[in-house]
């Protein structure tokens, strides 16, 4: 079996490589030719734990290959995914271009019946374009060729990706052909062997399912961060109302971990443009509004708490910043609260020097000289007036206190994922700042 994946991203790259780890042939297709070059010399573009390892097993054993020539790619392959980028516009809709460029692309190269699935983030409604793309191409080609799409969502986890792939919870496939159901029932087989179900269903049900995944959890985080920052106005704490609550298995005890606001490529973008789809259709989504701009408001809760420590005197001060991807094991720093902090730091006159495990010359890529550059989590603290943990790498979670006691100007934790104790933190006479925790 062959087939086509369009996009070499996150998404795409992930699927790829781990459809060809099943034994199908599978030829991942890019217009940008840099990535293409990389690729095609053994190195990947993004940082995914446990991808490295399989890519190589399968570009050795032949079943995985990359190139920017669609037309040779489709000759044969039964199914071609579409898993491109849809960035937000400036009015928060997702931007089409580059999925309705590769429908269109398909229709001018295809030469048999092919699946037509989209993995990309679409909105309600995008499976219609991209068929309507495709017939537009064959119609100019003058040619009739049979073609089915499908929706077919992807809900892996940054960090995580090739765990989820490999042994998803669920597989999502929209269509009303059974010819089509039938090529994705063989493809997805193999990674269904632990019982998890394949859920068929309408187009538009499918591509909705991805959006009320994603704002469902969004706004999980956006409730716990609220109920968080009342727990430390009222002395309650956090975490054992986290716990409290997580313990009734109709809450159950995941995605509630408070924290510097949600960020990332995939919830920021996919609230606001379900937000910006119920505007459209006459039926503004007042929760998910809500869960946005909580949400904005979160991201500045850790620089309050530093304005608030100096009294609002920032001026000259200088900070360890901990972490700066927008979550652990991912050197994606899109949308990340570490910039928003960073920003406001600097803004008030004082200066970052931060550390990430991995995502250091991602952020010398956006933030330039900006910010200072530390070796490590230790070397960032020399001199420093603060910690401030933004990111929850497992390597942050047991420092060396006696270390930093020395290093350190001011003995204070600003801590934005509770990760610390502070009865232990106390006893060394440190100064605590965490989310929603008694003060
Ligand atoms: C998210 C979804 O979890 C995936 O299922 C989905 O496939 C993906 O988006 C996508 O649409 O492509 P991802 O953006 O990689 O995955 O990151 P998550 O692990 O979900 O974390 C998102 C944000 O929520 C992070 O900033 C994280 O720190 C924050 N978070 C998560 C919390 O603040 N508290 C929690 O308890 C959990």
Known sequence: MKITVIGTGYVGLVSGTCFAETGVQVVCVDVDEHKIKMLNNGKIPIYEPGLEDIYKRNVEKGRL??????????ENSEAVFIAVGTPPDEDGSAD????LGA???IGKHMDHYIVVATKSTVPVGTSVKVKAAIQKELQKREVEIPFDVASNPEFLKEGSAVQDFLRPDRIIIGTESEQAIK???KLYKPFLLNGHPILFMDITSSEMTKYAANSMLATRISFINEIANLCEIVGADIDAVRRGIGSDPRIGNKFLYPGTGYGGSCFPKDVQALIRTANEKGYPLEILKAVESVNNRQKSTLYQKIFNHFGGKLKGLKFAMWGLAFKPKTDDMREAPSLVIIEKLIEAGAEVVAY???AMKEAKRILGNKIGYAKDEYDACIDSDGIILVTEWPEFRLPNFRVLERLLKNKIIFDG?????RAELEEMNFTYYPIGRKP
């Open 356 to 358: 990430d495990p991995v």
């Open 417 to 421: 994922r509770n990760i610390y104790d």
């Open 103 to 105: 429908s269109s692309e």
């Open 183 to 185: 090529v994705m029932k």
């Open 96 to 99: 089409l271009k580059y999925v």
């Open 65 to 74: 290959s990359f190139t920017t020539d669609l037309k040779s790619s489709l």
